[in-house]
Protein backbone atom coordinates (compact mmCIF):
# COMPACT_ATOMS: atom_id res chain seq x y z
CA UNK A 1 0.00 0.00 0.00
CA UNK A 2 1.40 3.03 -1.00
CA UNK A 3 0.22 6.18 1.11
CA UNK A 4 0.74 10.20 0.97
CA UNK A 5 0.31 12.06 4.12
CA UNK A 6 -1.74 14.94 3.74
CA UNK A 7 -1.21 17.97 4.94
CA UNK A 8 -3.23 20.45 6.99
CA UNK A 9 -6.68 20.82 5.98
CA UNK A 10 -6.64 24.65 5.81
CA UNK A 11 -4.01 24.86 3.01
CA UNK A 12 -5.63 23.19 0.87
CA UNK A 13 -9.64 24.38 1.42
CA UNK A 14 -10.96 27.92 1.15
CA UNK A 15 -8.92 28.84 4.57
CA UNK A 16 -6.01 29.29 2.19
CA UNK A 17 -7.04 32.77 1.41
CA UNK A 18 -6.47 33.98 4.68
CA UNK A 19 -2.50 33.12 4.03
CA UNK A 20 -2.47 34.20 0.24
CA UNK A 21 -1.32 37.68 -0.43
CA UNK A 22 -4.94 38.63 -1.97
CA UNK A 23 -4.86 41.53 -4.44
CA UNK A 24 -7.38 44.56 -3.47
CA UNK A 25 -9.36 45.20 -5.85
CA UNK A 26 -9.50 49.03 -7.80
CA UNK A 27 -10.99 51.10 -10.63
CA UNK A 28 -9.90 54.29 -10.81
CA UNK A 29 -12.61 55.75 -12.60
CA UNK A 30 -15.26 54.42 -10.24
CA UNK A 31 -13.13 55.28 -7.44
CA UNK A 32 -13.62 59.16 -9.07
CA UNK A 33 -17.11 59.38 -9.35
CA UNK A 34 -19.69 61.39 -7.40
CA UNK A 35 -21.39 58.15 -6.14
CA UNK A 36 -18.51 56.29 -4.66
CA UNK A 37 -16.64 59.72 -3.06
CA UNK A 38 -20.13 60.65 -1.37
CA UNK A 39 -21.33 56.84 -0.70
CA UNK A 40 -20.59 54.97 2.63
CA UNK A 41 -18.30 52.29 2.94
CA UNK A 42 -20.66 49.37 1.85
CA UNK A 43 -21.87 51.45 -0.81
CA UNK A 44 -18.30 51.92 -2.17
CA UNK A 45 -17.36 48.61 -2.14
CA UNK A 46 -20.64 47.50 -3.31
CA UNK A 47 -19.94 49.53 -6.97
CA UNK A 48 -16.90 47.47 -7.07
CA UNK A 49 -17.80 44.37 -6.66
CA UNK A 50 -20.66 44.64 -9.25
CA UNK A 51 -17.55 45.76 -11.50
CA UNK A 52 -15.68 43.00 -10.35
CA UNK A 53 -18.00 40.59 -10.94
CA UNK A 54 -19.19 41.90 -14.60
CA UNK A 55 -15.63 42.15 -15.39
CA UNK A 56 -14.82 39.18 -14.57
CA UNK A 57 -17.32 35.98 -14.15
CA UNK A 58 -17.91 34.42 -17.43
CA UNK A 59 -21.56 34.23 -17.23
CA UNK A 60 -21.58 38.49 -18.01
CA UNK A 61 -19.46 38.59 -21.00
CA UNK A 62 -23.02 37.94 -23.15
CA UNK A 63 -23.56 41.93 -23.26
CA UNK A 64 -27.34 41.33 -22.17
CA UNK A 65 -26.22 40.02 -18.77
CA UNK A 66 -23.72 42.93 -17.92
CA UNK A 67 -26.58 45.50 -18.83
CA UNK A 68 -28.91 44.02 -16.40
CA UNK A 69 -26.70 44.04 -13.77
CA UNK A 70 -25.79 47.37 -14.74
CA UNK A 71 -29.19 48.17 -14.28
CA UNK A 72 -29.51 46.52 -11.01
CA UNK A 73 -26.43 48.95 -9.72
CA UNK A 74 -28.39 51.58 -8.77
CA UNK A 75 -30.85 50.12 -7.14
CA UNK A 76 -27.98 47.94 -4.78
CA UNK A 77 -26.36 51.17 -4.16
CA UNK A 78 -29.23 52.97 -2.62
CA UNK A 79 -30.01 49.25 -0.62
CA UNK A 80 -26.46 49.51 0.45
CA UNK A 81 -26.63 53.32 1.83
CA UNK A 82 -29.24 51.66 5.15
CA UNK A 83 -26.65 48.95 5.52
CA UNK A 84 -24.38 49.99 8.96
CA UNK A 85 -23.18 46.14 9.72
CA UNK A 86 -20.31 44.68 8.14
CA UNK A 87 -22.53 41.00 8.66
CA UNK A 88 -25.19 42.97 6.83
CA UNK A 89 -23.12 43.72 4.14
CA UNK A 90 -21.68 40.37 3.22
CA UNK A 91 -25.12 38.91 3.27
CA UNK A 92 -26.36 41.36 1.02
CA UNK A 93 -23.23 40.89 -1.62
CA UNK A 94 -23.99 37.05 -0.71
CA UNK A 95 -27.38 37.42 -2.61
CA UNK A 96 -25.82 38.60 -5.45
CA UNK A 97 -23.29 36.03 -6.06
CA UNK A 98 -25.39 33.35 -5.14
CA UNK A 99 -27.74 33.94 -8.68
CA UNK A 100 -25.05 32.60 -10.54
CA UNK A 101 -25.18 29.08 -8.95
CA UNK A 102 -21.49 28.97 -9.08
CA UNK A 103 -19.91 27.08 -6.02
CA UNK A 104 -16.79 28.88 -6.95
CA UNK A 105 -18.27 32.49 -6.99
CA UNK A 106 -19.06 33.40 -3.15
CA UNK A 107 -18.08 35.93 -0.33
CA UNK A 108 -16.30 34.78 2.66
CA UNK A 109 -18.67 35.30 5.04
CA UNK A 110 -16.45 34.66 8.44
CA UNK A 111 -14.48 37.09 9.97
CA UNK A 112 -13.75 34.61 13.14
CA UNK A 113 -13.18 31.49 11.79
CA UNK A 114 -12.02 29.98 14.93
CA UNK A 115 -15.18 31.03 16.74
CA UNK A 116 -17.50 28.02 16.29
CA UNK A 117 -20.83 25.79 17.18
CA UNK A 118 -19.45 22.47 18.19
CA UNK A 119 -22.52 20.77 16.80
CA UNK A 120 -23.32 19.43 12.99
CA UNK A 121 -26.81 18.70 12.00
CA UNK A 122 -27.09 16.27 8.50
CA UNK A 123 -28.57 17.90 5.49
CA UNK A 124 -29.50 15.93 2.72
CA UNK A 125 -32.91 17.09 0.89
CA UNK A 126 -36.14 15.94 2.73
CA UNK A 127 -35.02 13.46 4.80
CA UNK A 128 -35.09 14.49 8.54
CA UNK A 129 -32.09 16.33 10.01
CA UNK A 130 -30.14 14.80 12.74
CA UNK A 131 -26.97 15.76 15.06
CA UNK A 132 -24.05 14.06 13.51
CA UNK A 133 -21.18 15.28 15.35
CA UNK A 134 -21.14 17.26 18.42
CA UNK A 135 -18.39 18.06 21.44
CA UNK A 136 -18.29 14.93 23.93
CA UNK A 137 -20.27 16.74 26.95
CA UNK A 138 -22.91 17.05 24.49
CA UNK A 139 -22.96 13.14 23.16
CA UNK A 140 -26.36 12.36 24.65
CA UNK A 141 -28.01 14.20 21.34
CA UNK A 142 -26.34 12.39 18.98
CA UNK A 143 -28.61 10.58 16.13
CA UNK A 144 -31.73 12.98 17.41
CA UNK A 145 -33.96 14.49 15.08
CA UNK A 146 -33.47 18.67 14.61
CA UNK A 147 -36.87 20.37 14.12
CA UNK A 148 -36.11 24.06 15.42
CA UNK A 149 -33.25 26.35 16.31
CA UNK A 150 -33.60 29.48 18.24
CA UNK A 151 -37.66 29.12 17.80
CA UNK A 152 -37.05 28.71 14.05
CA UNK A 153 -37.98 25.94 12.04
CA UNK A 154 -34.56 24.41 10.50
CA UNK A 155 -36.48 24.34 7.26
CA UNK A 156 -37.03 27.76 7.19
CA UNK A 157 -33.79 28.45 8.18
CA UNK A 158 -32.21 26.46 5.09
CA UNK A 159 -34.50 28.56 2.88
CA UNK A 160 -32.92 31.45 4.21
CA UNK A 161 -29.40 30.21 3.74
CA UNK A 162 -30.12 29.08 -0.54
CA UNK A 163 -30.57 32.59 -0.90
CA UNK A 164 -26.65 33.27 0.38
CA UNK A 165 -25.31 30.04 -0.26
CA UNK A 166 -23.26 29.62 -3.16
CA UNK A 167 -23.68 26.62 -4.80
CA UNK A 168 -23.58 24.50 -8.21
CA UNK A 169 -26.88 22.47 -7.50
CA UNK A 170 -28.72 21.28 -4.82
CA UNK A 171 -26.20 18.62 -3.36
CA UNK A 172 -23.40 20.99 -2.99
CA UNK A 173 -25.51 23.35 -1.37
CA UNK A 174 -26.21 20.87 1.31
CA UNK A 175 -22.66 19.80 1.55
CA UNK A 176 -21.56 23.17 2.12
CA UNK A 177 -24.36 24.75 4.03
CA UNK A 178 -23.52 22.13 6.64
CA UNK A 179 -19.89 23.15 7.21
CA UNK A 180 -21.13 27.08 7.42
CA UNK A 181 -23.73 26.39 10.05
CA UNK A 182 -20.80 25.41 12.24
CA UNK A 183 -19.66 29.11 12.05
CA UNK A 184 -21.02 31.82 14.40
CA UNK A 185 -20.64 34.72 11.34
CA UNK A 186 -22.69 32.28 9.32
CA UNK A 187 -25.50 32.58 12.09
CA UNK A 188 -25.24 36.52 12.17
CA UNK A 189 -25.54 36.80 8.64
CA UNK A 190 -28.83 35.14 8.71
CA UNK A 191 -29.83 37.42 11.58
CA UNK A 192 -29.79 34.92 14.18
CA UNK A 193 -27.79 34.78 17.45
CA UNK A 194 -24.51 34.04 17.34
CA UNK A 195 -23.75 33.02 20.43
CA UNK A 196 -26.17 30.23 21.78
CA UNK A 197 -27.77 27.76 19.53
CA UNK A 198 -31.28 26.98 21.22
CA UNK A 199 -32.23 23.57 19.55
CA UNK A 200 -35.30 21.62 19.72
CA UNK A 201 -35.68 17.55 18.65
CA UNK A 202 -38.55 16.12 17.52
CA UNK A 203 -39.09 14.55 21.14
CA UNK A 204 -39.83 18.09 21.71
CA UNK A 205 -36.46 17.98 24.71
CA UNK A 206 -34.52 21.21 24.11
CA UNK A 207 -30.56 21.82 24.30
CA UNK A 208 -28.64 25.13 24.54
CA UNK A 209 -25.51 25.03 22.91
CA UNK A 210 -23.16 27.93 23.70
CA UNK A 211 -20.18 28.94 20.99
CA UNK A 212 -17.00 27.82 21.53
CA UNK A 213 -13.36 28.61 20.04
CA UNK A 214 -11.71 25.37 17.80
CA UNK A 215 -8.91 24.69 20.19
CA UNK A 216 -11.96 24.14 22.67
CA UNK A 217 -13.46 21.54 20.13
CA UNK A 218 -13.33 17.82 21.17
CA UNK A 219 -15.63 15.98 19.12
CA UNK A 220 -17.53 12.80 19.17
CA UNK A 221 -19.82 11.36 16.15
CA UNK A 222 -22.27 8.46 15.36
CA UNK A 223 -20.76 5.05 15.92
CA UNK A 224 -20.60 2.78 12.82
CA UNK A 225 -19.78 -0.83 12.36
CA UNK A 226 -17.97 0.42 9.56
CA UNK A 227 -14.94 1.83 11.06
CA UNK A 228 -12.71 -0.47 9.26
CA UNK A 229 -14.63 -0.41 5.99
CA UNK A 230 -11.99 -0.18 2.73
CA UNK A 231 -13.51 2.76 1.26
CA UNK A 232 -13.57 4.81 4.75
CA UNK A 233 -11.86 8.20 4.61
CA UNK A 234 -8.36 8.11 5.09
CA UNK A 235 -6.10 11.39 5.52
CA UNK A 236 -4.24 11.32 2.57
CA UNK A 237 -4.47 12.91 -0.98
CA UNK A 238 -4.23 9.65 -2.72
CA UNK A 239 -3.58 6.45 -1.64
CA UNK A 240 -3.81 3.01 -3.28
CA UNK A 241 -3.99 -0.08 -1.38
CA UNK A 242 -3.80 -3.88 -3.88
CA UNK A 243 -6.20 -6.76 -3.12
CA UNK A 244 -4.26 -9.67 -4.76
CA UNK A 245 -6.49 -12.76 -4.18
CA UNK A 246 -9.67 -10.66 -4.76
CA UNK A 247 -7.38 -9.27 -8.27
CA UNK A 248 -8.73 -5.28 -7.47
CA UNK A 249 -6.57 -2.42 -6.72
CA UNK A 250 -8.40 0.77 -4.60
CA UNK A 251 -7.12 3.94 -5.44
CA UNK A 252 -8.90 6.45 -2.82
CA UNK A 253 -7.93 10.10 -4.50
CA UNK A 254 -9.04 12.96 -2.53
CA UNK A 255 -7.25 16.18 -3.07
CA UNK A 256 -5.68 17.17 -6.49
CA UNK A 257 -2.98 18.51 -5.21
CA UNK A 258 0.86 17.33 -5.10
CA UNK A 259 4.22 18.50 -5.31
CA UNK A 260 4.27 19.98 -8.54
CA UNK A 261 0.70 22.00 -7.77
CA UNK A 262 2.57 23.10 -4.39
CA UNK A 263 6.39 22.90 -4.61
CA UNK A 264 6.42 24.46 -1.57
CA UNK A 265 6.12 21.67 0.22
CA UNK A 266 9.10 19.23 -0.76
CA UNK A 267 7.85 16.33 1.41
CA UNK A 268 4.89 15.80 -1.11
CA UNK A 269 4.92 13.16 -3.55
CA UNK A 270 4.35 13.71 -7.39
CA UNK A 271 1.12 12.61 -8.50
CA UNK A 272 2.41 11.22 -12.00
CA UNK A 273 5.34 9.21 -9.89
CA UNK A 274 2.83 7.86 -8.25
CA UNK A 275 0.45 6.33 -10.65
CA UNK A 276 3.60 5.35 -12.15
CA UNK A 277 4.60 2.75 -9.38
CA UNK A 278 1.12 1.96 -9.08
CA UNK A 279 0.50 0.63 -12.20
CA UNK A 280 3.81 -1.18 -12.07
CA UNK A 281 2.46 -3.10 -9.12
CA UNK A 282 -0.71 -3.54 -10.66
CA UNK A 283 0.88 -4.89 -13.78
CA UNK A 284 3.26 -7.20 -11.76
CA UNK A 285 0.18 -8.64 -9.91
CA UNK A 286 -2.29 -9.21 -12.64
CA UNK A 287 -4.92 -7.12 -11.04
CA UNK A 288 -8.14 -6.98 -13.54
CA UNK A 289 -10.05 -4.37 -11.47
CA UNK A 290 -9.05 -0.67 -10.90
CA UNK A 291 -11.21 1.34 -8.46
CA UNK A 292 -10.79 5.11 -8.37
CA UNK A 293 -12.55 6.30 -4.99
CA UNK A 294 -13.21 10.13 -5.79
CA UNK A 295 -16.39 10.45 -3.26
CA UNK A 296 -14.57 12.71 -0.64
CA UNK A 297 -12.54 14.68 -3.48
CA UNK A 298 -13.35 18.91 -4.06
CA UNK A 299 -10.88 19.49 -6.69
CA UNK A 300 -7.25 21.18 -7.24
CA UNK A 301 -5.32 21.69 -10.04
CA UNK A 302 -7.46 19.56 -13.05
CA UNK A 303 -3.63 18.37 -14.84
CA UNK A 304 -3.46 15.60 -11.88
CA UNK A 305 -6.93 13.80 -13.76
CA UNK A 306 -5.13 14.40 -16.87
CA UNK A 307 -2.40 12.16 -15.52
CA UNK A 308 -5.09 9.15 -14.48
CA UNK A 309 -6.64 9.29 -17.33
CA UNK A 310 -3.62 8.44 -19.72
CA UNK A 311 -3.12 5.51 -18.13
CA UNK A 312 -6.50 3.98 -19.40
CA UNK A 313 -6.76 5.37 -22.39
CA UNK A 314 -4.23 6.80 -25.39
CA UNK A 315 -4.36 10.08 -24.57
CA UNK A 316 -4.40 11.52 -27.91
CA UNK A 317 -7.71 9.77 -28.37
CA UNK A 318 -9.24 11.64 -25.38
CA UNK A 319 -11.94 14.01 -25.92
CA UNK A 320 -10.75 16.84 -23.58
CA UNK A 321 -13.53 19.30 -22.07
CA UNK A 322 -13.46 22.70 -23.94
CA UNK A 323 -12.10 25.48 -21.55
CA UNK A 324 -13.16 29.21 -22.32
CA UNK A 325 -11.24 31.79 -20.37
CA UNK A 326 -12.38 35.16 -19.72
CA UNK A 327 -10.02 38.05 -19.84
CA UNK A 328 -10.26 40.78 -17.07
CA UNK A 329 -8.16 42.98 -15.23
CA UNK A 330 -8.40 40.72 -11.98
CA UNK A 331 -8.05 37.93 -14.50
CA UNK A 332 -4.58 39.36 -15.42
CA UNK A 333 -3.35 40.28 -12.09
CA UNK A 334 -2.77 36.90 -11.38
CA UNK A 335 -1.98 35.71 -14.80
CA UNK A 336 0.29 38.90 -16.76
CA UNK A 337 1.77 36.48 -19.02
CA UNK A 338 -2.08 36.34 -20.87
CA UNK A 339 -0.92 40.38 -22.23
CA UNK A 340 1.68 38.60 -24.16
CA UNK A 341 -1.17 35.80 -25.92
CA UNK A 342 -2.54 35.96 -29.55
CA UNK A 343 -5.63 35.15 -30.76
CA UNK A 344 -5.81 34.93 -34.90
CA UNK A 345 -2.81 37.24 -34.38
CA UNK A 346 -4.49 40.26 -32.38
CA UNK A 347 -4.33 40.70 -28.49
CA UNK A 348 -6.74 39.32 -26.10
CA UNK A 349 -8.95 42.23 -25.23
CA UNK A 350 -10.04 42.80 -21.68
CA UNK A 351 -14.31 41.16 -20.85
CA UNK A 352 -13.55 38.81 -23.92
CA UNK A 353 -14.17 34.93 -23.95
CA UNK A 354 -12.03 32.86 -25.51
CA UNK A 355 -11.52 29.18 -26.15
CA UNK A 356 -8.02 28.87 -24.08
CA UNK A 357 -7.12 25.71 -27.02
CA UNK A 358 -7.38 28.19 -29.79
CA UNK A 359 -4.55 30.75 -28.62
CA UNK A 360 -2.27 30.91 -31.73
CA UNK A 361 0.34 29.62 -29.70
CA UNK A 362 -1.61 26.75 -28.46
CA UNK A 363 -2.62 25.48 -31.94
CA UNK A 364 0.52 23.71 -33.23
CA UNK A 365 1.80 23.14 -30.12
CA UNK A 366 2.78 19.82 -28.69
CA UNK A 367 2.81 18.67 -24.88
CA UNK A 368 6.05 18.08 -23.58
CA UNK A 369 5.97 14.41 -22.89
CA UNK A 370 9.10 14.11 -21.93
CA UNK A 371 9.74 16.96 -19.40
CA UNK A 372 12.70 15.88 -16.64
CA UNK A 373 11.32 14.34 -13.05
CA UNK A 374 12.56 17.59 -11.87
CA UNK A 375 10.04 19.70 -13.96
CA UNK A 376 7.42 21.45 -13.06
CA UNK A 377 4.56 19.76 -15.19
CA UNK A 378 3.27 16.39 -14.76
CA UNK A 379 4.23 13.56 -17.35
CA UNK A 380 1.77 12.01 -19.12
CA UNK A 381 2.06 8.29 -19.45
CA UNK A 382 2.26 7.58 -23.57
CA UNK A 383 3.63 4.27 -23.74
CA UNK A 384 0.05 2.80 -24.86
CA UNK A 385 1.48 -0.87 -23.88
CA UNK A 386 1.54 -0.02 -20.43
CA UNK A 387 -2.23 1.37 -20.74
CA UNK A 388 -4.45 -0.13 -18.14
CA UNK A 389 -6.72 -2.42 -20.04
CA UNK A 390 -8.82 -4.21 -17.01
CA UNK A 391 -12.22 -3.00 -15.70
CA UNK A 392 -12.30 0.58 -13.91
CA UNK A 393 -14.56 1.50 -11.00
CA UNK A 394 -15.08 5.11 -10.20
CA UNK A 395 -16.93 6.25 -6.88
CA UNK A 396 -18.24 9.11 -7.27
CA UNK A 397 -20.12 10.80 -3.79
CA UNK A 398 -22.11 14.11 -2.73
CA UNK A 399 -18.95 15.77 -2.19
CA UNK A 400 -17.30 15.14 -5.40
CA UNK A 401 -16.65 18.54 -7.17
CA UNK A 402 -14.25 20.56 -9.36
CA UNK A 403 -11.66 19.02 -11.04
CA UNK A 404 -12.87 15.52 -9.65
CA UNK A 405 -15.90 16.42 -11.80
CA UNK A 406 -13.86 17.43 -14.67
CA UNK A 407 -11.93 14.05 -14.59
CA UNK A 408 -15.37 11.89 -13.87
CA UNK A 409 -17.02 14.13 -16.51
CA UNK A 410 -14.24 13.19 -19.37
CA UNK A 411 -13.90 8.89 -18.21
CA UNK A 412 -18.35 9.05 -18.81
CA UNK A 413 -17.64 11.17 -22.05
CA UNK A 414 -14.65 8.81 -23.46
CA UNK A 415 -16.62 5.74 -22.19
CA UNK A 416 -13.78 4.90 -19.75
CA UNK A 417 -15.35 2.39 -16.67
CA UNK A 418 -18.46 2.99 -15.08
CA UNK A 419 -18.91 5.70 -12.34
CA UNK A 420 -21.06 4.08 -8.95
CA UNK A 421 -22.55 5.61 -6.04
CA UNK A 422 -24.61 8.90 -5.44
CA UNK A 423 -25.11 11.68 -7.87
CA UNK A 424 -22.79 14.43 -7.68
CA UNK A 425 -22.56 17.77 -6.17
CA UNK A 426 -21.01 19.70 -9.27
CA UNK A 427 -22.17 19.73 -12.52
CA UNK A 428 -20.85 18.15 -15.38
CA UNK A 429 -19.91 21.74 -17.14
CA UNK A 430 -19.83 24.43 -14.74
CA UNK A 431 -17.83 27.79 -13.89
CA UNK A 432 -14.31 27.40 -12.24
CA UNK A 433 -10.83 28.38 -11.72
CA UNK A 434 -11.12 31.08 -8.94
CA UNK A 435 -9.45 34.33 -8.46
CA UNK A 436 -9.58 35.77 -5.14
CA UNK A 437 -10.07 39.45 -4.05
CA UNK A 438 -10.35 42.15 -1.24
CA UNK A 439 -12.73 45.23 -1.19
CA UNK A 440 -11.05 48.19 -0.01
CA UNK A 441 -13.18 49.58 2.40
CA UNK A 442 -14.37 46.90 4.44
CA UNK A 443 -11.98 44.18 3.76
CA UNK A 444 -14.38 41.69 2.61
CA UNK A 445 -12.62 38.65 0.59
CA UNK A 446 -14.69 37.06 -2.37
CA UNK A 447 -13.97 35.02 -5.21
CA UNK A 448 -15.07 34.47 -8.28
CA UNK A 449 -15.00 32.01 -11.80
CA UNK A 450 -13.32 33.12 -14.48
CA UNK A 451 -13.43 30.09 -17.06
CA UNK A 452 -16.33 27.78 -18.69
CA UNK A 453 -15.31 24.17 -18.61
CA UNK A 454 -17.65 22.76 -20.98
CA UNK A 455 -17.53 19.01 -21.41
CA UNK A 456 -16.34 16.75 -24.04
CA UNK A 457 -20.16 15.64 -25.05
CA UNK A 458 -21.37 19.18 -24.72
CA UNK A 459 -24.05 19.87 -27.28
CA UNK A 460 -25.13 15.77 -27.90
CA UNK A 461 -25.70 15.51 -24.21
CA UNK A 462 -28.30 17.53 -22.73
CA UNK A 463 -26.78 20.48 -20.06
CA UNK A 464 -27.07 19.03 -16.77
CA UNK A 465 -27.11 20.01 -12.88
CA UNK A 466 -25.52 16.51 -11.84
CA UNK A 467 -23.69 13.63 -13.45
CA UNK A 468 -25.47 10.62 -12.16
CA UNK A 469 -23.99 7.74 -11.80
CA UNK A 470 -24.30 4.44 -13.72
CA UNK A 471 -25.31 2.71 -10.56
CA UNK A 472 -26.56 4.57 -7.34
CA UNK A 473 -25.40 3.11 -4.41
CA UNK A 474 -25.96 4.11 -1.19
CA UNK A 475 -22.31 5.21 0.07
CA UNK A 476 -23.71 5.94 3.95
CA UNK A 477 -25.46 2.97 5.46
CA UNK A 478 -23.57 2.34 8.59
CA UNK A 479 -24.09 -1.33 8.59
CA UNK A 480 -23.05 -2.57 5.22
CA UNK A 481 -20.67 -1.14 2.95
CA UNK A 482 -22.68 -1.49 -0.29
CA UNK A 483 -19.88 0.19 -2.69
CA UNK A 484 -17.79 -2.45 -1.52
CA UNK A 485 -19.72 -5.41 -2.00
CA UNK A 486 -20.61 -4.67 -5.63
CA UNK A 487 -16.75 -4.46 -6.35
CA UNK A 488 -15.61 -7.00 -4.85
CA UNK A 489 -19.08 -8.95 -7.08
CA UNK A 490 -17.88 -7.35 -10.19
CA UNK A 491 -16.63 -9.17 -13.45
CA UNK A 492 -16.42 -8.51 -16.93
CA UNK A 493 -19.62 -10.33 -17.03
CA UNK A 494 -21.74 -7.40 -15.07
CA UNK A 495 -22.80 -4.82 -17.55
CA UNK A 496 -23.24 -1.43 -16.14
CA UNK A 497 -25.78 0.27 -18.32
CA UNK A 498 -24.39 3.75 -18.94
CA UNK A 499 -26.69 6.67 -18.37
CA UNK A 500 -26.83 10.30 -18.32
CA UNK A 501 -30.48 10.13 -17.05
CA UNK A 502 -32.16 13.05 -15.59
CA UNK A 503 -33.71 12.34 -12.20
CA UNK A 504 -36.27 13.99 -9.95
CA UNK A 505 -34.62 16.84 -7.87
CA UNK A 506 -36.13 16.37 -4.44
CA UNK A 507 -34.35 18.89 -3.14
CA UNK A 508 -36.83 21.20 -1.98
CA UNK A 509 -37.59 25.12 -3.39
CA UNK A 510 -34.02 24.50 -4.88
CA UNK A 511 -34.83 25.32 -8.77
CA UNK A 512 -37.26 28.46 -7.65
CA UNK A 513 -34.32 29.92 -7.60
CA UNK A 514 -32.91 31.96 -10.65
CA UNK A 515 -30.13 29.63 -12.50
CA UNK A 516 -28.52 31.52 -15.18
CA UNK A 517 -27.45 28.88 -17.75
CA UNK A 518 -24.06 28.54 -19.57
CA UNK A 519 -25.70 28.45 -22.80
CA UNK A 520 -26.65 31.88 -23.24
Known amino acids: MKRISLLATALLSLGIAYGQNIPTYHNTEIEASKEYTEGNIYQRDMLLYADMLGDTHPYYANADHRAKLQKRVHKMYKECGKIDDIAEFKLFLAKVAATLHDGHTAIYYWSSPDRIFPVRFTINGNTPSIIDLCQEEYRDILGKEVKYINGKPLKKILNAAREIVSADNAVNFENLVTEYLLLTDFWAMLGMSNEVLNITFADNTTIAIPAINKQELKITQLESNLTNRVTAPRNTLFDYEIFEEKGICYLQFNQFADRVTHPQYTQLARFDEFCNEMMAEIEAKGIKTLVVDLQYNSGGNSALGDVLLSWLKPYQEIKQFNTQVRISKLMLTYYPYYKEFTYNGKPLEIGETYLARKFDHNRDAKIDYTAPQDSTHHILNLDQERLFKGNVIF ?87 FVWEFVESFTNKVNVTKSDKQQEDDSYLWDTIYNPSMNN
Not at 458 to 476: F, Q, R
Open 395 to 481: IQGKDTFSSAMLLLTTARDNNIGSIVGERSGGRPSHYGDVLYCTLPNTKTITTVSHKIFRRPAYGTVEDAEYLYPDLEIDLNNPRRE
